[in-house]
């Protein structure tokens, strides 16, 4: 029988059980084409590969152009900030008349409007030519810190520890988990992708980055990303039909960047390693790469110092190196899969981004990082880009650029196909031709489960690390008024003690505070939204005139959220218990502080003694500093 284009929407919206994960038995078919006939493509029975090439056959050059493109779902403003639905209409030009199907939502709504609004999204797609579905990408939704263009909080997903914090456990089983909680959470919705894990070494203590990696050490690193790529795609021999697609970034080298300053800005636009160092930071990937990542995601620096194989690394962006792209990644390391470049790596950067000031600030208009490449025209960015090795551009939102340069003749139809190949068979790996729609009912009961918040609240004890104890066992006996900073009173009266306005009456001061950091860059559009700079505490710190005003109270407990490694060399001998976290609820971090939870954490960097300690170290290599105050893997009471 024929299965008519609009039944999986129908299914869907009447509230009916949508198709069965399985997909279409061998009688029904999506006619995608609308030409009343099973083409080989809209056969469920056939393999992957012969029904992308039936695909492939099928596709216009235009049609190819607008694939490579990962473009961002309208809602509020262009790049999807702030609103609570997409703007349809600009989806249907850029679905319709651009023939793009891969986009980032970063919309924050209830998971019903999320999956009603992603299955509206499905619908214009299946009104195009060939009906491609649409790969619906995210950055982290799971985690308690959100960054413009690095993750997303909200929206009720379960919240978890920050990968940092994940990486603090040791425990890959639980990353796993949390891994399996999350693709569940997202396919609920009608999400496909997710831009992650981080494989990152966090190498230099200033970056702001950071806390989304699983740390310094190139072997945890890669047992935690290894596990974390299984949790979401479902296994360890690649993406599953109802699996998350995983992109592993940022290949490779990002964390050596000199002063910690960002690859996003004209000013941290270099990475600076050598051979042996880059080795380190290659390792990190090894676990992904063994779990079947789907995809990799280039790193925006420049690499100097860099060498492969007897020949130093061209001087441009990992997006448009061969060396890097081709020569490692395909060559030595034999990836097979999606490699998705970074956002805005071929636009221009203009003075708003390479000279902002007060009265002309960075703004989003102005992102662009064409690191090494500023000479070349767009043309010339995607043309070089595509011979590197990148199969789909992020960020683009039209691939006119690009289809200039493949009717100058810039790029080969060898490579245009390939990449092509490798972006539609990830839509038929994931089950999306044969049904991309999602159930907004279940999407409700999935996303928002108690038990998978459970989970979530128990790693976010598991991850704290206690950095100092006083030498005597966590507790709360004896406790009946406390004295508060960025603590929530509620959960506080939850304990049934009385909050006080002075330390000094307080049998208890809990304390939770962020590590130091400067806005050196307030006019830049990234740089004025990250942490940069020191990393100690100053008189005249609202955080550290709060440490020393809780030395009143009988006892006092400070919690650090570690997002950089702080310096806490003038604060341990001032708190009776100094704790590490890595994103936890106040709920989490009393539970810990009072002995009703168990901290089981380790430091996933070391932290320095000094600001001299930290400028005297190499970036590129992972807990160099000298003398630190608390090694990489520290904790007390852990075994």
Known sequence: MKLQVCLSALLVLTGCAPLSAGGLSQAEYRDLNHNGRKDVYEDATRSIDDRVDDLLAQMTLEEKVGAMMHGSLPAGDELGHGGTIYDLAQVETMIGERHLNSFITRLVVAPRRLAEQNNAIQRLAEKTRLGVPVTISTDPRNHFQAVLGASTAGGGFSLW???LGLAATGDADLVRRFGDVARREYRAVGIHMALSPQADLASEPRWPRGTATFGSNPAAVSRMAGAYVEGFQGGVDGVRQDGVATIVKHWVGYGAEPEGFDGHNV???????????FAQ????????FAAQVTGVMPTYPILEGVSLDGKPLEPVAAGFNKQVLTDLLRGHKGFKGLVLSDWAITKDCNSACTAPTSDHPQE??????????ETLTQPQRFAKGVAAGIDQFGGVNDGAMLLQAVQAGDVPAARLDEAVRHIMRLKFELGLFDNPYVNPEAAEQVVGDPAAQAQADLAQRKAQVILEDGGKPLTAEGVRTVWLYNVDPEDAHRHGWTVVDNPAEADLAILRVNAPFDRLHPHHFFGSRQNEGRLDFRDGDADYEAIKQARAA???VVAINLDRPAILTNVRDKADVLIATFGASDAAVLDVATGQAKAEGRLPFELPSSMAAVEAQDPARPDDSAAPLYPYGYGLGVN
């Open 364 to 373: 989003a208009k102005d992102i662009g990082m064409p690191w090494g490449v």
């Open 267 to 277: 000013y941290g636009r270099v990475a600076r390693l050598d051979d042996a160092s």
């Open 161 to 163: 520890p920050e990968t």
């Open 281 to 288: 930071h290659v390792a990190a990937f090894d676990g992904a």
């Open 554 to 556: 009988r006892r006092s």
